[in-house]
């Protein structure tokens, strides 16, 4: 269990906090855990429609998104630039988002 937070916080055992001291850097430490843990298959309630278009969508914001999907891809080597990636690993190659502007 890994806890990624912006600002120190109380220990807790459960957990290892990694205090990444701005949202840029809780980015930077999700691919990277992510890339630790190389998972074949990844599951979520919903996370389709919420919980991956909040972390892309931030990441654009932040200017991270090559650099996270860099690291997180399968295929390291190859370099994609955010228009691409926007377009055919988040909006499908249909040009427009999978959320209504809902963030």
Same mark, same amino acid.
């Given at each position: ?33 992510? #890339?630790?843990? =190389?998972?074949? !298959? ?6 389709? %429609?919420?919980?991956? @278009? ?24 190859? #370099?994609?630039? =955010?228009?691409? !990636? ?6 499908? %190659?249909?040009?427009? @988002? ?6």
């Amino acid at each position: 269990r890994i806890c990624l937070v912006d600002v120190e916080t109380e220990p807790d055992p459960r957990w290892i906090t990694i205090i990444c001291g701005n949202q840029t850097n809780i980015i930077k430490a999700f691919a990277l855990c992510w #890339k630790s843990f =190389a998972p074949d !298959i990844e599951l979520g309630f919903n996370d389709s %429609g919420y919980d991956w @278009p909040f972390i892309v969508e931030k990441a654009t914001k932040l200017n991270v998104l090559e650099w996270m999907v860099q690291r997180m891809s399968a295929n390291p080597h190859k #370099k994609a630039d =955010a228009e691409s !990636i926007l377009t055919w690993n988040y909006f499908g %190659g249909k040009g427009k @988002p999978l959320t209504n502007g809902f963030f």
